[in-house]
């Protein structure tokens, strides 16, 4: 059996690994596919009001609100600058799945990719941090 150190918060740990996979597949970082199974990342789950959602979407945007849930915290918990991520970081996920140039923008381009997923990944952490 695996033991996990205290200072370790195992809910944010595994939202971190669903954040993870779906910001790198959302922004074309990497391809995330099963082994077992024809499903990727990238395929379309549903489609809603024309926009394709993506698993990886659900997965970016949802472990990122249920970090802030579980956090138990407020809006006014959080300073100025990590307000600014916040919401830079929602921003970026609702612009890439809802605009096909810019999801395309950053597919394609390695820079915005990695500056996405980069992005992407400070917004989780701050929202994960805060207790």
Known sequence: MVSVPEQVNTEDALLLV??????????????VSTVHFDFQM???VTEVGG???????????GSLGVAY?????SWD???DNEQ????????????????????EFVTTS??????????????YIVVAQLE
Do not use: K, P
């Open 18 to 31: 669903a954040h993870l996979l779906g910001i790198v597949s959302l922004f074309g970082v990497l391809t």
């Open 110 to 123: 390695e820079f915005a990719s990695l500056a996405a997923a980069g992005v992407a990944l400070v917004g």
């Open 51 to 61: 926009i394709e959602v993506t698993a990886a979407a659900i997965a970016a945007v």
């Open 77 to 79: 918990d959080y300073t």
């Open 42 to 44: 990238a395929d379309v």
């Open 84 to 103: 600014y991520f916040l919401l830079g970081t929602v921003a970026l996920h609702v612009l890439v799945i809802v605009s096909d140039e810019a999801q």
């Open 69 to 73: 849930l579980l956090n138990d915290s």
